[in-house]
């Protein structure tokens, strides 16, 4: 009995001396040694603590220790790490700046150690790209390109060559939220897709989440596209550009205030339209665009950020038709830190896309466009080393322009007209936690309400039984609804109110120090939707609300993950199986038009969809040779039912495959690093060919064949497998010393093989043999390009 006494009494006082340990807060900003830019997912690590922290997008960081003589490793991809030991007595404010990597045996230990921390991070479904990333990869005449970038990795896929957008886990490109320095930016292409609006120059950071999407982002269901811009050269003035075969670009920057205050603007502009009048041909079609950030560090506590963006696209065919359209951003966001343990950020967000026609041949043009106000309030309260909360208030005021008719033309013949104009707001509020539950298990929940409200217009249509879309049984087809009235309202008037809770949970569990089991699960609400009816957007397409007819759309998403590292980080494996069940997807009836229709809402019914996969993506990330190779096996599918049972719904009801619907999709990505002076880079892409209609059948007309569809066969067939193979070369002269400027040559060929890759298949009637004949449209063949980067 005194033997158990004693050892109760040694149980409680190691007990007590654990619980009464002294702990203290480090804390601070990472930055690049070079030029002052604050550095994103930079790993601050105890190894003997087993405790890590990661910087947040504005490269803060805070962690919670014990007491006393500690050693930390600081790492970052591309950087030298830092080890060294600390003796923590006090809270201590800790600024960290680390230097462009350079080969040593400690860079290749703290390697192991980014791995380590990503694999017990809870956050999964996520791919991360840097700029020099992105500009080693081969496209399309040598323009570096974000969104080209992305469809090289698992679950990410395009309509093609040509083609805007990106889908995600076979979801459409409106279910894509894209975010730059935290700005809603409505379209990501320049040139109908050729180009994105991204300039790679100016991009810190790129991130990708496909799923287990954090609690702060909201209002899209298939991915969060998360863009920073570059801050500015703090300590001094740099400009860089590059001059390609049909664009340039050029980046400024510097310091305003040395080591305070920067800016950095970059300009690109495309100039192949300036030489076809050599060619007596004066059709046009260029994009510009320009960027710019002003940061100034007022104190230790807080910054301020200015970001702007604004682009546009000209295509003209001779001046009777011309199209523009383009976004603008305006951004302003203030950091403030509480404590040491409180992190806040503020913005102010102004976000525009404008859509504009000239049509000089019938006299008028055609203007439309989406505008928002937003404003947000950020969080986050780093409790301590095992727990760490984010919080934060969301709103945003949205205007839709879905069109206007303007003469210009005084015989034009044509009367003005003027889509209603609508009005939504949007509120959101979040709260996410972050707990180390043990050494082997840490999880990641939270919650997001979000309410959105369909504000008064000044008319909106009223149909009988109030059913904008019947259904025709002697034809046996949708048809839409005769409009049979008019009601008006104020602008504070609500049309209609909808709210959500969006939980999101997810989890990983250690198996070992190179390898982790994670899942996660995510509900999504999307209150705007891309009214299209082709398989990636065009600027003629409009965005509409939610309100009484057009329901919002519900996403739950579920996914599981094995992720391991290899040989101490060289290589990598990440394995994601994903369920995505969608309610109130929108379908089109048989015939909907979609252009300049006031009554929109007669041509929509909502369905559900469902897509399921399996995605694997193995890397090497070390050497000079290192790369990707990256599958997706997935099906993506939708189904409209009909409302009633007399009502066969979209293709009689059954599921059937959405226009983003890719089975295989494979794709590597290789760099071999030959010499200090050459660099060899290649990429291969095969996807499953897109679902497209054929015909059924044919009539003749006058002595014309006639090709018939089969209306309940909906992508029953596919276009053929795409598929290329894009090289590329970087030739880095040796460096003078003695001069500021610094170049490289970039040699590439897209389509190394020449693969004629269907962009269509339309049918005609041959005028010589008149017979129907299947006509393929591709948009690429071989094309060699040459690209000269400099930097002084």
């Known amino acids: 009995m005194l033997h158990l ?91 960290l700046y680390l230097n462009e990597e350079t080969e040593s045996l400690d860079e290749i230990i703290f390697e192991a150690d980014i791995e380590k921390i990503n694999i017990r991070s809870p956050q999964m479904s996520v791919n991360k790209l840097t700029s020099a990333t992105i500009k080693q990869i081969p496209v399309v005449l040598g323009e570096a390109d974000i969104i080209k970038s992305l469809i090289l990795l698992p679950g990410v896929t395009s309509a093609g060559e040509g083609a805007s957008g990106f889908n995600v886990r076979g979801g459409a490109a409106d279910q894509n939220l894209i975010l730059l320095d935290e700005a809603i930016v409505f379209n990501s292409s320049h040139l109908f897709g050729f180009f994105s609006v991204f300039n790679p120059d100016v991009i810190k950071d790129v991130k990708l989440y496909k799923g287990g999407i954090p609690a702060r982002f909201g209002g899209r269901l298939s991915s969060v596209l998360d863009i920073y811009q570059k801050e500015g050269n703090s300590k001094d003035f740099n400009i860089t550009g590059g001059i390609g075969l049909v664009s340039s670009r050029l980046l400024v920057e510097g310091p305003i205030e040395k080591e305070k205050s920067s800016f950095v603007v970059a300009g690109r502009a495309s100039y192949a339209h300036l030489f076809l009048p050599l060619f007596d041909n004066d059709n046009k079609a260029y994009f510009y665009d320009l960027n710019g950030k002003f940061n100034y560090r007022m104190n230790d506590r807080n910054n301020v950020f200015l970001s702007t963006y604004f682009g546009k696209d000209v295509f003209g065919i001779s001046d009777n038709f011309v199209n523009k359209y383009g976004n603008t951003v305006l951004n302003l966001r203030w950091n403030h830190l509480f404590s040491d343990k409180i992190f806040s950020n503020l913005s102010l967000i102004y976000s525009d896309y404008f859509y504009g026609l000239i049509l000089d041949f019938v006299g008028f043009e055609w203007d439309s466009g989406i505008t928002n106000f937003n404003l947000k309030y950020d969080f986050k309260h780093y409790l301590n080393s095992k727990f760490k909360l984010s919080y934060g208030v ?163 998403q579920f996914a599981l993950g094995y992720f391991k590292s290899i040989k101490n980080g060289d290589y990598s494996l990440e394995t994601e199986v994903f369920y995505k069940d969608i309610q109130n997807r929108i379908d089109y009836i048989n015939g909907a038009n ?15 969809a469902r897509a399921y996969g399996l995605e694997v993506l193995f890397k090497k990330n070390e050497g000079k040779f290192k790369g990707w190779l990256a599958y997706t096996l997935s099906r993506s599918e939708q189904q409209t039912k009909g409302r009633t049972a007399n009502e066969p719904g979209i293709n009689q009801g059954e599921w059937y495959s959405s226009p983003y619907d890719k089975t295989h999709d494979i794709s590597i990505n290789a760099s071999y690093e030959l010499s200090k002076k050459w660099t060899f880079n290649a990429n291969f ?50 460096k003078n010393k003695k001069r500021k400027l610094q170049g490289e040559w970039v040699f590439g060929i897209y389509n190394l093989y020449g693969r004629q890759n269907a962009a269509s298949i339309n049918f005609r009637q041959n005028r010589e043999t008149f017979r129907n004949e299947a006509v393929q449209t591709s948009i690429f063949g071989l094309v060699p390009s040459v690209t000269y980067n400099f930097k002084f």
Not at 440 to 466: C, H
Not at 594 to 608: S, Y
């Open 394 to 556: 969301n709103n945003i005021y949205i205007k839709f322009n879905p069109g206007e008719i303007i003469p210009n033309r005084e015989d034009s013949g044509i009367q003005p007209e003027k889509l209603i104009d609508k009005y939504a707001n949007e509120f959101a509020a979040y709260l996410e936690a972050e707990q180390k539950i043990n050494d082997k298990l840490t999880l990641q929940y939270g919650v997001r309400f979000s309410n959105f409200t369909r504000l008064g217009q000044d008319e909106i249509n009223v149909y009988a039984n109030n059913e904008p879309v019947i259904y025709n049984s002697q034809f046996k087809k949708y048809e839409s609804a005769e409009v049979i009235g008019t009601e008006s309202y104020k602008r504070k008037d609500q049309l209609a109110t909808f709210s959500n809770f969006e939980p999101r949970v997810s989890l990983s569990y250690i198996l070992s120090d190179a390898a982790s089991f994670k899942m996660s699960y995510n509900r999504m609400a999307q209150y705007l939707h891309l009214l299209s009816n082709t398989a990636s957007p065009t600027p003629l397409d409009v965005w509409a609300p939610s309100g009484r007819f057009i329901k919002p759309q519900l996403l739950d």
């Open 594 to 608: 979609l252009v300049a229709n006031n009554e929109i809402e007669t041509v929509i019914l909502n369905g559900q």
């Open 685 to 734: 892409l095969f996807q499953t060919g897109q679902p497209t209609n054929y015909p059924v059948g044919q009539y003749e007309v006058q002595g014309l064949n006639v090709p018939v569809f089969d209306d309940n066969r909906r992508n029953a067939d596919r276009l053929p497998a795409y598929h290329r193979l894009d090289i590329s070369a970087t030739l880095t002269p040796d």
């Open 5 to 95: 006494k004693k050892l109760l009494f040694l149980i409680s006082i190691i007990t007590l001396s654990s619980f009464s340990q002294e702990k203290f807060t480090i804390s601070g900003t990472v930055y690049d040694n070079s030029n002052n830019e604050t550095l994103i997912g930079v790993s601050i690590y105890f190894p003997e603590l087993n405790l890590g922290a990661t910087t947040n997008e504005y490269g803060f960081y805070s962690i919670t220790i014990p007491k006393g003589m500690h050693k930390i490793q600081i790492s970052y991809l591309g950087f030298s790490a830092i080890n060294e030991s600390i003796n923590v007595l006090e809270k201590l404010t800790k600024n």
